[in-house]
């Protein structure tokens, strides 16, 4: 079946705009988590989604950064008046949302601001 | 704040060696996850453990999970050029409870198997 798909794959901007970064979960489930992977910083999370609970937005760096998640499925991640640090893959995953199964990642977004 | 760390950070193996990653982590939790990345590519669910003493087997892979130690171990048996790749543990930062969210990634291994 399809996975975890995030678009685009790669996205290049200039320092001071707004980028969105999409990600559509596999479907059926319900728990959605953004992460980012960078070389100094390793795999940090996000945010995350669950059902229709509030989101945990504890591991937004800034509030540069936010996210929704519309219908309950697809997600977009807005990252506003980027910064050269925002330079990283983007990993969305999602997960069935019972207690304790694999979160299922998508093939990421990468991020080069100049 | 939850820390989990693994060791080694850098493991180069011979083929048909056998070698385990460990996988420390700092506060009470009963599930634990590993995941493989080739270069390029994202992460791949490799185990998920989800009680004290589990164990799970996946070809020449097998982890196991303490959580009285807070260890979990990944062993590899007789290694294969095909296992070269980066291998991540990661721990749920919500034990307990029904809402499991942010998981907390050790450093990552990045594993050579050579010939």
């Known amino acids: 079946g399809a996975g975890v798909s995030q678009s685009p794959s790669n996205k290049v901007t200039e320092k001071g705009k707004d980028v969105e970064l999409r990600c559509d979960p596999i479907?059926?489930?319900?728990?959605l988590y953004w992460y980012r992977q960078s070389l100094g910083q390793g795999l940090e999370f996000l945010i995350y989604?669950?059902?229709?609970?509030?989101?945990?937005k504890s591991g937004l760096p800034s509030d540069r950064f936010s996210a929704e998640r519309t219908g309950g499925s697809v997600s977009t991640l807005t990252i506003q008046r980027t910064q050269q640090e925002d330079s990283a893959v983007y990993l969305c995953?999602?997960?069935?949302?019972?207690?304790?199964?694999?979160?299922?990642f998508g093939p990421g977004t990468r991020l080069t601001v100049l | 704040e939850l820390k989990v760390e693994q060791n080694p950070l850098f493991l180069s193996m011979q083929e048909g060696k056998n070698y385990t990653i460990y996988c420390n982590y700092s506060?009470?939790?009963?599930?634990l996850y590993w995941y493989r990345q080739d270069p390029g590519k994202s992460l791949e669910s490799l185990f998920v453990?989800?009680?004290?003493?589990a164990v799970k087997q996946e070809g020449r892979l097998m982890a196991s999970l303490d959580t009285k130690a807070r260890l979990s171990t990944l062993h590899i048996t007789a290694a294969v050029h095909d296992l070269s790749a980066t291998y991540f543990c990661?721990?749920?930062?919500?034990?307990?409870?029904?809402?499991?969210?942010?998981?907390?990634f050790g450093q990552g291994t990045i594993l050579t198997v050579h010939p």
């Open positions: 506060t009470t939790s009963d599930r």
């Open positions: 989604f669950q059902g229709n609970s509030a989101p945990d």
């Open positions: 995953a999602s997960s069935p949302g019972t207690s304790g199964g694999p979160r299922y």
């Open positions: 479907s059926g489930h319900t728990a």
């Open positions: 990661a721990v749920d930062s919500s034990p307990g409870g029904t809402s499991y969210g942010k998981l907390t």
């Open positions: 453990l989800l009680s004290n003493g």
